[in-house]
C-alpha cells in the first residue's frame, strides 16, 4: 500500500505563496504519475496540477496556469507545489494523488485515474 502524505498549508494573504509538499512512501524504479487536486466546500474535487512519473512533463489548469508550478524530486520522492499569487478563491483542501498504472512520461489529469490519495492539507487565502 502506497501512503501520500501532503504539507505545507496553512492560511495566507492574498498575493502571497505557499509550497506543499507530497511524500510518497513506497518508491519504485518506475515512479507514480501525481495528481494535485482542491476542494471547496460545497464544491467538487477539481484538478489542479500533474507531473509525470519522471517530471519531465506537467501540466497546470487554466484557473492556476501562471501561478502555480508543480515539480518533483525523485531522489526524496517529493512531490511539491508552489503556489503563488494565491487568490481568496484558490482557498480549498489541496490533495495529492498517486496513479498505480505506468504511464510513461505522460499526466494523468482525470480523478477516476489515481488509485491513492493523501490524507488532505488546508490552504487558506484571505482577502
Known amino acids: 500500500q502506497v501512503q501520500l502524505v501532503e504539507s505545507g498549508g496553512g492560511l495566507v494573504q492574498a498575493g502571497g505563496s505557499l509550497r506543499l509538499s507530497c511524500a510518497i512512501s513506497?518508491?519504485?524504479?518506475?515512479?507514480?504519475?501525481v495528481g494535485w487536486f482542491r476542494q471547496a466546500p460545497g464544491k467538487e474535487r477539481e484538478f489542479v496540477a500533474g507531473?509525470?512519473?519522471?517530471?519531465?512533463?506537467?501540466y497546470h489548469a487554466d484557473s492556476v496556469k501562471g501561478r502555480f508550478t508543480t515539480s518533483r524530486d525523485n531522489i526524496k520522492n517529493i512531490v511539491y507545489l508552489q503556489m503563488g499569487s494565491l487568490k481568496p478563491e484558490d482557498t480549498a483542501v489541496y490533495y495529492c494523488?498517486?496513479?498505480?498504472?505506468?504511464?510513461?512520461?505522460?499526466?494523468?489529469?482525470?480523478?477516476?485515474?489515481?488509485?491513492?490519495w493523501g490524507q488532505g492539507t488546508q490552504v487558506t487565502v484571505s482577502s
Open positions: 494523488a498517486a496513479d498505480e498504472n505506468y504511464r510513461g512520461d505522460f499526466v494523468v489529469s482525470s480523478i477516476r485515474d489515481f488509485d491513492y
Open positions: 513506497r518508491r519504485r524504479f518506475r515512479p507514480y504519475a
Open positions: 507531473i509525470s512519473g519522471s517530471g519531465g512533463n506537467a
